[in-house]
């Protein structure tokens, strides 16, 4: 039987969740910077920026818990075909209690002029490579056999497709984040590879936001996360940022049943952004963690003769 510490509690719960047990639902990721990570949850995104563009993540969430998700995403989109296509490429590594994992997704999309603003689908596909340590957890029978032996390191397909709609004012974008459920089952002393799509348990992320020109000093743009799955509850992450004179943004945000954030960001020129954002659990979390943080760095390499005067905001 495992030892519990009150702060282990949440591990027990992440290894239920997701590690090799034959669990149902999938796990996702998330940001508070969604924002600024789009290529990452909505492969539609990719070359939108018009520019070859890279944005690098790190998230330390729930800090003080053993076990607590810890997340690094990577990514680089470029326009194609003349601007009518995107390509791009993107990698994530995440501990979250006894499960390593790391994704790497090849990306493509097309886009075409609809209305107002453009139209972009985008498919990516690529491989999830995923390990459970389950000699990291600690038990009170010495040589439990549950416990003894780590999987393998094992290599599974996966995907995601988007739609991204968007102009100078607005965008709207619907993904789904991961097409195939991936899961490590054990098997008599073996660990077996279980790789299963099934539309029901597919996660849909509606994301939109749009840019209000205050001033000539002043934009504010608030966005919208909508997560929904099967059988479960809406989930929602709002945030609220204004950009003052194109180069510092500051604001809130609230992720519904889980925290309260505080962002800021700065634009150093119109290629280069930085950004951090700090979560207040609003959960009984609260009383032993003392909060999530988050850094995000993006750069766009304008490309040919091509060149911008105000930084993009979306």
Same mark, same amino acid.
């Given at each position: 039987?495992?030892?519990?510490?009150?702060?282990?509690s949440?591990?027990?719960?992440?290894?239920?969740?997701?590690?090799?047990?034959?669990?149902?639902?999938?796990?996702?990721?998330?940001?508070?910077?969604?924002?600024?990570?789009?290529?990452?949850? /909505?492969?539609?995104?990719? &070359? @939108?920026?018009?520019?070859? @563009?890279?944005?690098?993540?790190?998230?330390?969430?729930? *800090?003080?818990?053993?076990?607590?998700?810890?997340?690094?995403?990577?990514?680089?989109?470029?326009?194609?075909?003349?601007?009518?296509?995107?390509?791009?490429?993107?990698?994530?590594?995440?501990?979250? &209690?006894?499960?390593?994992?790391?994704?790497?997704?090849?990306?493509?999309?097309?886009?075409?002029?609809?209305?107002?603003?453009?139209?972009?689908? !985008?498919?990516?596909?690529?491989?999830?490579?995923?390990?459970?340590?389950?000699?990291?957890?600690?038990?009170?029978?010495?040589?439990?056999? /549950?416990?003894?032996?780590n999987?393998?390191?094992?290599?599974?397909? /996966?995907?995601?497709?988007?739609?991204?709609?968007?102009?100078?004012?607005?965008?709207?974008?619907?993904?789904v984040?991961?097409?195939?459920?991936?899961?490590?089952?054990?098997?008599?002393?073996?660990?077996?590879?279980?790789?299963?799509?099934?539309?029901?348990?597919?996660?849909?992320?509606?994301?939109?936001?749009?840019?209000?020109?205050?001033?000539?000093?002043?934009?504010?743009?608030?966005?919208?996360? *909508?997560?929904?799955?099967?059988?479960?509850?809406?989930?929602?992450?709002?945030?609220?940022n204004?950009?003052?004179?194109?180069? *510092?943004?500051? !604001?809130?945000?609230y992720?519904?049943?889980?925290? *309260?954030?505080?962002?800021?960001?700065?634009?150093?020129?119109?290629?280069?952004?930085?950004?951090?954002?700090?979560?207040?659990?609003?959960?009984?979390?609260?009383?032993?963690? @003392?909060?999530?943080?988050?850094?995000?760095?993006g750069?766009?390499?304008?490309? !040919?003769? @091509?060149?911008?005067?105000?930084?993009?905001?979306?």
């Open positions: 039987m495992i030892q519990l510490k009150k702060q282990y949440l591990l027990i719960f992440l290894i239920i969740l997701f590690s090799g047990s034959q669990v149902k639902a999938q796990y996702d990721a998330m940001f508070t910077n969604y924002m600024w990570n789009e290529m990452f949850i /909505n492969p539609g995104y990719a &070359g @939108s920026r018009e520019a070859i @563009s890279t944005t690098g993540l790190f998230r330390d969430q729930w *800090v003080g818990i053993d076990g607590a998700p810890m997340t690094q995403t990577l990514t680089i989109h470029s326009p194609f075909l003349d601007n009518q296509a995107g390509i791009g490429l993107s990698g994530m590594r995440e501990t979250i &209690g006894i499960t390593k994992q790391t994704y790497f997704m090849g990306t493509f999309a097309y886009r075409f002029k609809l209305g107002a603003g453009k139209l972009s689908m !985008g498919l990516s596909l690529g491989i999830l490579n995923k390990k459970d340590m389950f000699s990291n957890v600690q038990t009170d029978q010495p040589a439990d056999v /549950n416990f003894t032996l999987s393998p390191r094992m290599s599974m397909p /996966n995907g995601s497709f988007g739609l991204y709609y968007y102009n100078d004012k607005y965008y709207i974008g619907l993904s984040p991961r097409l195939i459920n991936n899961q490590i089952v054990p098997d008599i002393g073996s660990y077996t590879a279980k790789n299963t799509f099934e539309a029901k348990n597919l996660h849909y992320f509606l994301t939109a936001g749009y840019v209000f020109n205050v001033s000539s000093e002043v934009k504010i743009k608030p966005t919208i996360l *909508v997560k929904s799955v099967y059988a479960a509850p809406l989930e929602f992450d709002l945030s609220f204004a950009f003052i004179k194109e180069t *510092v943004w500051t !604001g809130f945000a992720r519904s049943g889980d925290a *309260v954030s505080l962002l800021i960001g700065l634009q150093i020129n119109p290629n280069l952004r930085i950004g951090y954002s700090y979560d207040y659990t609003v959960t009984k979390l609260q009383k032993i963690n @003392s909060g999530s943080h988050e850094i995000c760095i750069y766009d390499f304008w490309i !040919g003769k @091509s060149k911008i005067v105000s930084p993009r905001v979306f």
